[in-house]
């Protein structure tokens, strides 16, 4: 597709439950990142894969969250037995290449609802 | 320790006047620096960049100014339009790349 691609748009679920989120990031971009915003936060990075290197998974906030990416392709943010705190908009991004001067394409994001 | 800070909240201009975001780091390790803007239930989107080697570039009616020494940025809107309203986040990365450090991002209100 032309740009970043995310899905669900939405999701609720019941705290406790395991939700996954999805990202299709631009047709040859080796970059992948994954960046959270709470209500009236700023981002927070999450996770970077760049290539076949070991991701960098310094910003998972605690050992519920996962993510893998496939094929250099497509990510999945898995996130388990959910709390409310985890409610947040989920963004993903790609670049390029990873490196300094490159600029972010962010898709729309997930909005997650824990209840 | 939040490395990126861009310390108001919000801001609000008259159309036509100029708009000055301001944002500050704390990492001498950063060496990139870029400017985001975010509109509702969208994703950010670029809209202008820095390298450290450098203290000023414009594109059109953007200008970004670094001060190295102050560790500070800005980001400036000549003429502000009411289009313009939006949240607009500052990033940095280190030359090592990897992850970008946001600030909490300020929003701009312009009033036609």
């Not at chain 1, 395991?18 to 959270?36: F, K, M, N, Q």
């Not at chain 1, 709470?38 to 519920?64: H, M």
């Not at chain 1, 898995?78 to 709390?83: E, G, L």
């Not at chain 2, 989107?45 to 594109?59: A, P, R, V």
Request: proline share 4%; glycine share 10%; with cysteine.
């Amino acid at each position: 597709g032309a740009g970043v691609s995310q899905s669900p748009s939405n999701k609720v679920t019941e705290k406790g439950k395991d939700v996954e989120l999805r990202c299709d990031p631009i047709s040859g971009h080796t970059a992948l990142y994954w960046y959270r915003q709470s209500l009236g936060q700023g981002l927070e990075f999450l996770i970077y894969f760049q290539g076949n290197s070991a991701p960098d998974k310094s910003g998972l906030p605690s050992d519920r969250f996962s993510a893998e990416r496939t094929g250099g392709s497509v990510s999945t943010l898995t996130i388990q037995r959910t709390q409310q705190e985890d409610s947040a908009v989920y963004l993903c991004a790609s670049s390029y290449a990873g490196t300094g001067n490159e600029k972010l394409f962010f898709g729309s994001g997930t909005q997650l609802s824990v209840l | 320790d939040q490395q990126v800070k861009q310390n108001s909240p919000s801001l609000s201009v008259q159309e036509g006047r100029i708009s000055i975001l301001n944002c500050d780091y704390t990492n001498s390790m950063f060496d990139y620096f870029l400017w985001y803007k975010k509109y509702p239930a969208e994703g950010p989107t670029f809209l202008i960049s820095i390298s450290s080697i450098k203290d000023k570039n414009e594109d059109g009616r953007f200008t970004v100014f670094l001060n190295k020494s102050a560790k500070h940025l800005s980001l400036h809107i000549v003429p502000s339009q009411p289009g313009d309203s939006a949240v607009y986040f500052c990033a940095a990365r280190g030359t090592n790349a990897g992850k970008s450090t946001f600030g909490d991002g300020t929003t701009l209100t312009v009033k036609p």
